[in-house]
């Protein structure tokens, strides 16, 4: 029998169960793959700033803001709002995070799968012995190809299927408490080994030394949608996890735990990046590849690179792995509560959807690339529409929410469940939901689409 909202509900079963899922949907490909090549195109230092200043002020307020919806209401993204603020259009915010949740989880798998190719060719060593100009045509031949990245692909959906389909306590949980300290350690020592190569300097100074001459509009509107993507936020993602957390739980240090985790990582990704770019001479603008082309070429000149490389590829999917099953979960629990469906044929429902638009996400970058929108193929519209449209969008309206609907009052209660948010502390929070964060996306967002001209 389908479950209600309420009842038969699964939840996290510690605290530190809680934040190894909720790192492990905010660390993933975001990241390691994302990051590294936004700032590499946006001048480096110059976007980190701006980056980490909408994290402190937009993406930490709205994180609280997504799981106090969820606990609250113990229920999905859409009927978070149903039970919250009954008979009101809020409810389409959460159908605007479901939407966001299939066309992200789309473009996601299909790097998960080059993800998959890049361990079996660690395994077979594929990368000694090649040039940097190889290393490169080997990723342009993968992903331009129709067959094997469509396979590789829908094999992590499938991965990503079984484990949402058997819960939460059982699959996330258990898992993320493993693997992401597992893949700190491996990060930390690409850092030493990157650092420690010739010609590292300028990498450094490339990630920590700002030219804000390289930050364009766009810069600052993917600082932003960089921002929500890579802490989850926006979509529901934290409402549903939300839903499953126990009132014993301190929601404010959850969020800050889960926010220094995610950037650290951000940082120590670039860090074992950018200082191999310039080592090997690759443009630090190079795109969605920079992962894919310039670990191996540092792979395969270190001690112990065979290794490495392998854990890196597996531990890079794990943690994709780790977020997809986060994003699945938002459409799997709206289909589950809103149809009434069971859990196991909600989950299939929306592993075959997704599947679908990701094949074709998957072949743009191929047969398809003809196939332009706005000069985007629709791997790119995919990653672009949702990063820096949907997510904004929708963290701006959660955020409205919280502060001028769902009010003061109503956060401290919910706030003083496992913790206490000071007088002061809960004034800062109100002020940053109610103004800063809905007025600093409206405006990154009207800049963007023309409206008002900053530059
Ligand atoms: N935060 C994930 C990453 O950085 O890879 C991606 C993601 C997961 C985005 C869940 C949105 C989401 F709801």
Redo the contacts with the bound molecule.
């Keep these: 029998m389908a479950d209600l909202p309420s009842d038969n509900r699964d939840s996290f079963s510690s605290k530190f169960g809680v934040i190894a899922a909720a790192a492990g ?7 390691i793959w ?1 990051f590294p090549y936004i700032a590499g195109i946006y001048g480096g230092a110059a976007f980190l700033f701006v980056y980490l200043g909408f994290i402190l002020a937009i993406g930490i307020p709205v994180m609280l803001s997504e799981l106090i919806i969820g606990r609250s209401s113990q229920s999905n993204a859409f009927g978070a709002f149903k039970v919250l603020a009954p008979g009101t259009p809020w409810r389409y915010i959460g159908i605007l995070g479901v939407s966001a ?1 299939f066309l ?1 989880l789309s473009f ?1 798998g299909v790097v998960a799968g080059w993800s998959l190719q890049y361990i079996l060719l660690s395994v077979q060593d594929g990368f000694s012995n090649k040039s940097p100009e190889e290393i490169a045509t080997l990723f342009s031949t993968l992903t331009e190809s129709p067959v094997r990245p469509v396979v590789l692909q829908l094999i992590f959906m499938v991965l990503t299927g079984a484990i949402v389909i058997v819960g939460i306590k059982k699959g996330i949980e258990k898992y993320t408490k493993i693997l992401m300290p597992l893949l700190v350690i491996i990060l930390l020592f690409l850092c030493v080994k990157s650092v420690s190569l010739e010609g590292a300097k300028a990498g450094l100074e490339f990630l920590f030394k700002p030219d804000f001459s390289k930050l364009t509009g766009d810069g600052v509107l993917s600082a932003l949608g960089h921002a929500f ?5 926006g ?1 529901g ?1 934290l409402i549903t996890y939300g839903s499953y957390v126990k009132r014993d739980n301190n929601l404010l240090s959850t969020v800050i735990n889960v926010t220094v985790a995610d950037t650290l990582i951000a940082i120590m990704a670039g860090v074992a990046i950018f200082p191999a770019v310039f080592a090997f001479n690759i443009a630090p603008a190079q795109g969605p590849g920079l992962i894919f082309i310039t670990l191996p070429n540092v792979f395969h000149q270190m001690p112990g690179g065979f290794i490495f490389s392998i854990l890196f590829f597996i531990l890079l999917t794990v943690a ?1 792995l780790t ?1 997809s099953i ?2 699945l979960e ?1 459409v799997v629990a709206y289909f589950k509560e809103e149809f009434k469906l069971g859990r196991r044929f909600a989950t299939v429902l929306a592993t075959i959807l997704i599947s679908i638009l990701g094949v074709l996400c998957s072949l743009s970058m191929g047969v398809l690339s003809p196939f332009t929108f706005m000069g985007l193929n629709i791997f790119d519209l995919m990653d672009w529409i949702s990063a820096n449209l949907l ?1 904004p969008i929708g963290g701006m309206f959660i955020a409205i929410f919280i502060g001028w609907v769902y009010g003061r009052k109503k956060v401290h209660k919910e706030m003083s469940f496992g913790g206490n948010l000071s007088g002061a502390l809960l004034s800062v929070f109100m002020f940053l939901v109610k103004f800063i964060a809905p007025i600093a996306i409206a405006i990154v967002l009207l800049n963007k689409v023309g409206l008002l001209k900053f530059s």
């Design positions: 949907s905010a660390v993933g490909l975001g990241n994302k949740a992200i996601y993507f890579t802490l989850s936020l979509m993602t994709a977020s986060s994003i938002v997510l």
